[in-house]
């Protein structure tokens, strides 16, 4: 990973490996999906999956009468929004590899304006929440389940996390 880097003061640019791009791509048209086979005529269906009920917290943890009503008015513009994102990552990261006319070898650039950058933010929080949820951590102490799949997936939250963090530092550096 390269990372973000801001061009000026509303333009970004992040680099890949392109094996990376093509992992954050995947993952990012999942939750698309996963949120979209969620909504329904009579709202959203949080009970049937944790990453799902992670995503979409209750409001209002004492009242679950409120927290009920609250989700009623709110959760299908969430999920809407959130599946916005999702698939602006991954058409972001699908644009920039239709672009690419290079080896394989050299990485993938992604531009993202100022529009672009929030979804980027918002999708990868909600990527490392599934993972999280999928792994079985809850604080930033837990270390997930221990088996040769989850490892992986452990990896992969980590490395999500310091893309994160070169994203954060990037929107804190001002041109």
């Keep these: 990973m390269i990372g973000f880097e801001r061009l000026d003061s ?7 490996e392109q094996n990376e791009a093509a992992l954050l791509g995947h993952l990012a048209a999942q939750v698309a999906d996963m949120l979209g086979e969620k909504l329904s005529e009579d709202g959203v269906d ?7 009920a992670r995503l979409l917290p209750d409001a209002y943890t004492d009242d679950t009468a409120a ?4 989700r009623r008015f709110t959760a299908t513009d969430l999920v809407d929004q959130k599946v916005l994102n999702a698939r602006r990552v991954a058409e972001d990261v699908q644009a920039a590899a239709r672009v690419l006319e290079v ?6 650039m992604v531009q993202i304006d100022a529009a672009g950058i929030q979804a980027w933010v918002r ?13 079985g951590i809850e604080t930033d102490d837990d270390t997930g ?28 550096d001002l041109p």
Excluded: H, K
């Design 10 to 16: 509303e333009n970004f640019t992040v680099g890949f």
């Design 46 to 52: 949080i009970a049937s999956d944790a990453a799902v």
């Design 67 to 70: 927290a009920a009503e609250f």
């Design 103 to 108: 080896e394989a070898l050299d990485p993938l």
């Design 123 to 135: 999708c990868l929080t909600d990527i490392r929440l599934v993972l999280a949820t999928r792994l």
């Design 145 to 172: 389940r221990s088996n040769d799949e989850s490892e992986m997936l452990v990896g992969v939250y980590g490395w999500l996390g310091d893309l994160q963090e070169s994203l954060v530092s990037a929107l804190d």
